[in-house]
């Protein structure tokens, strides 16, 4: 499949993602990926090797199939020109970071809540070393710093079994990516405190109060700022929504930028089962 790079990038830049459907047929679903399930049958950790020294730490333990199995996944990530597409949306060199299987069991619990992926957490706000390795990693994402440290990832999730409404499917709030880009960055000049805004409820409540508002209009302007409240209402009345559930069916993509806001809503009905590469700004 060809795909439209610079299109790719310019959506994911302005909206935080963007989906490709059935970018694998069934036959190539089977041939590519069903080793996974011998995989799982054998409780294996869904990690497969990407760096030199992962590689040689399988070989220490003769996995030697496991790192066949991530030549082969880098194969994939190659042909659709994974890095070509980061590279693009970092404006910057990238590297393949991770790859793994993420298997999630049928439940009624979401995989995971509504979060960003920079954002401090608060568990780590009082620390340290939490919010060294904090401003390292925006430094690196928001103004292009060198440090050691880069966070910002663009993920790239093969979708192995259908995800719907309620059933597995990948939430995002769109331009949430412009939202949280905008607040590290007045954190980073001193103009905003640094506050824990890792969580929806979080970042919520820092861009709602009435000076730091006033600091993101000057720079998104009111209108994203404004809907982006607007959308996120539900979580301060501590309920969830469907209204940003992306559905997606076997051998599709969805390609999402961890500045978004995101969440992954539970697999009330069937287990889920995903391919995610992981791509980071290239270190120095």
Same mark, same amino acid.
């Given at each position: ?13 302005q ?17 590519? %990926?069903?080793f &996974?399930?011998?995989n799982?049958q ?8 990407? %760096?030199?020294k992962?590689? %040689? ?11 066949q199995?991530?030549?082969e ?18 404006k910057?060199?990238s590297e393949?970071h991770?790859?793994?299987s993420?298997?999630?069991k049928?439940s ?6 509504w979060?960003?992926d920079i954002?401090?957490r ?11 390795l904090?401003?390292?990693?925006s430094k690196?994402?928001i103004?292009?710093e060198k440090?050691n440290?880069?966070s910002?990832g663009l993920?790239?999730f ?7 409404s309620?059933?597995g499917?990948?939430a995002?709030?769109? %331009? ?5 880009k905008?607040?590290t960055a ?5 103009k ?5 805004y890792?969580s929806?409820?979080?970042?919520r409540t ?6 730091n508002k006033? &600091? ?5 302007g009111?209108?994203?700022v404004?809907?982006f ?8 009345n ?5 209204d940003?559930?992306i ?5 599709s993509?969805?390609?999402f ?10 697999p009330k009905?069937?287990?889920?089962l995903v391919?995610r ?8």
């Amino acid at each position: 499949m060809d795909l439209n790079i610079g299109e790719i990038a310019k959506n994911i830049s302005q909206y935080g993602y963007t989906k490709i459907p059935d970018i694998f047929d069934q036959e190539s679903l089977k041939r590519n %990926f069903d080793f &996974l399930n011998k995989n799982f049958q054998k409780g294996d950790d869904g990690q497969f090797p990407v %760096f030199a020294k992962q590689i %040689f730490l399988k070989a220490l333990k003769f996995d030697f199939k496991k790192i066949q199995n991530s030549i082969e996944l880098k194969k994939i990530s190659n042909s659709l020109k994974f890095k070509n597409i980061s590279d693009e949306v970092n404006k910057s060199s990238s590297e393949l970071h991770m790859i793994d299987s993420y298997y999630s069991k049928k439940s009624n619990e979401d995989i995971i809540t509504w979060h960003n992926d920079i954002g401090i957490r608060e568990e780590n706000f009082n620390t340290h070393k939490g919010r060294e390795l904090f401003y390292n990693c925006s430094k690196s994402t928001i103004f292009n710093e060198k440090t050691n440290v880069s966070s910002r990832g663009l993920k790239f999730f093969i979708y192995l079994t259908d995800v719907q409404s309620e059933n597995g499917a990948l939430a995002i709030i769109p %331009f949430s990516n412009q939202i949280v880009k905008t607040v590290t960055a007045l954190i980073l000049e001193n103009k905003i405190p640094l506050t824990p805004y890792w969580s929806l409820s979080d970042l919520r409540t820092l861009v709602d109060k009435k000076n730091n508002k006033t &600091l993101i209009y000057e720079k998104l302007g009111e209108e994203k700022v404004d809907a982006f409240i607007k959308q996120t209402e539900f979580i301060n009345n501590k309920k969830n929504t469907t209204d940003f559930d992306i559905e997606m069916k076997k051998g599709s993509m969805i390609i999402f930028d961890e500045l978004c806001v995101h969440r992954g809503s539970a697999p009330k009905k069937s287990d889920r089962l995903v391919i995610r590469y992981l791509f980071r700004k290239k270190l120095n």
